[in-house]
Nanobody, 115 residues
């Protein structure tokens, strides 16, 4: 069982930056694949960025070059650095941990990009 807690969301102006954090419980964090998803009102939840246990990363095209996912296994934490934010990035962002058939979600953190 993994418990995930996101933080770092908020209101930011277009062009600004935010860093999301996801703290995970448990001693096996390092072997989990981690991901950040987002869901805007009326839209399906989409994968934004992912990082494997080995550190390989992948991004949805709309955030490539602007967002960076990273992990600190010593702190059981995964991060999402978001730069050059756009209004269309507004959504609830969810942290996900996955290992085989086990899939865990955080409660989400709101990111609003608006002037």
């Amino acid at each position: 069982q993994v418990h995930l807690v996101e933080s770092g969301g908020g209101l930011v102006q277009p062009g600004g930056s935010l860093r999301l954090s996801c703290a995970a419980s448990g001693s096996r964090f390092a072997i989990y694949a981690m991901g950040w998803y987002r869901q805007a009102p009326g839209n399906q939840r989409e994968l934004v960025a992912a990082i494997t246990s080995g550190g390989r990363t992948d991004y949805v095209d709309s955030v490539k070059g602007r967002f960076t996912i990273s992990r600190d296994n010593a702190k059981n934490t995964v991060y999402l650095q978001m730069n050059t934010l756009k209004p269309e990035d507004t959504a609830v962002y969810y942290c996900n941990a996955r290992l085989h058939v086990n899939n865990y979600w955080g409660q989400g953190t709101q990111v609003t990009v608006s002037s």
